[in-house]
């Protein structure tokens, strides 16, 4: 079975520009979990949707980032402008949480690096 | 809120030796327990969980764990540990019944010496 797929795997960019990171989860998941991991940090959940709908997005830094499931099939992380210290390894996750809390399975990540 | 501890760092042991990794979490009932390992340029993959029933939880690659309530731990052990085993592991809490957030350690690097 496929995984969580991600893309693209690596990103470099200038600051200031918009930057689109892409999530496939595993079929049949209806949760969806965006995180970030950095050395100083570790990992930081930036946002979850359960069944397509945003249900916590507290970790969000700030406005520049917004995030988005149009379907059950396919999340964006968007992150416009981009600046330097967004730069960090991007993990998107899906789980089946049909009744409680179950594994999440991670994608292999997009690395950002933001010039 | 649930949180969880890994109070190491780093840990270093020889090859052939064993291992454990200590975690330790807070949370008001029962919670949900995982292990993952995070090889390097990859996602993290999870080694084993804990949800309820036999507090020794066997796991892929080897590893297990050992819920202990009274201590609350979830410490991951290995008996003999392979070059290959080098990576960073975490311990992660999630709460039962309730959102589906999990919390992640910050994590142990292991390393293996030959």
């Known amino acids: 079975d496929a995984g969580v797929i991600q893309s693209p795997r690596h990103e470099v960019t200038e600051m200031g520009q918009e930057v689109t990171l892409r999530c496939k989860p595993i079929?049949?998941?209806?949760?969806l979990f965006w995180y970030r991991q950095t050395m100083m940090r570790g990992l930081e959940l930036l946002i979850y949707?359960?069944?397509?709908?945003?249900?916590?997005d507290s970790g969000m830094p700030e406005d520049r980032f917004s995030a988005k499931m149009p379907n059950a099939s396919f999340s964006t992380l968007k992150i416009q402008p981009s600046e330097p210290r967004d730069s960090a390894v991007y993990f998107c996750?899906?789980?089946?949480?049909?009744?409680?809390?179950?594994?999440?399975?991670f994608g292999d990540g997009t690395r950002l690096s933001i010039l | 809120a649930q949180s969880v501890t890994q109070p190491d760092i780093h840990i270093t042991v020889s090859e052939g030796a064993s291992l454990e990794l200590r975690c330790n979490y807070s949370?008001?009932?029962?919670?949900?327990l995982f292990w993952y390992v995070q090889s390097p340029g990859q996602g993290l993959q999870l080694l084993l969980k804990y949800f309820s029933g036999d507090t020794l939880v066997q796991g892929i690659k080897g590893f297990e764990a050992e819920f202990k309530r009274s201590q609350s731990s979830f410490n991951l052990r290995k008996p003999s540990v392979h070059w290959s085993d080098a990576a960073e592991y975490f311990c992660?809490?999630?709460?039962?019944?309730?959102?589906?957030?999990?919390?992640f350690g910050k994590g142990t690097r292991l390393h293996i010496l030959p």
């Open positions: 949370y008001g009932a029962t919670p949900y």
């Open positions: 949707f359960n069944n397509n709908v945003p249900i916590d």
């Open positions: 079929s049949g998941h209806n949760s």
């Open positions: 996750a899906s789980s089946n949480t049909g009744s409680g809390n179950q594994p999440q399975h």
């Open positions: 992660a809490v999630g709460a039962q019944g309730r959102d589906d957030k999990i919390i």
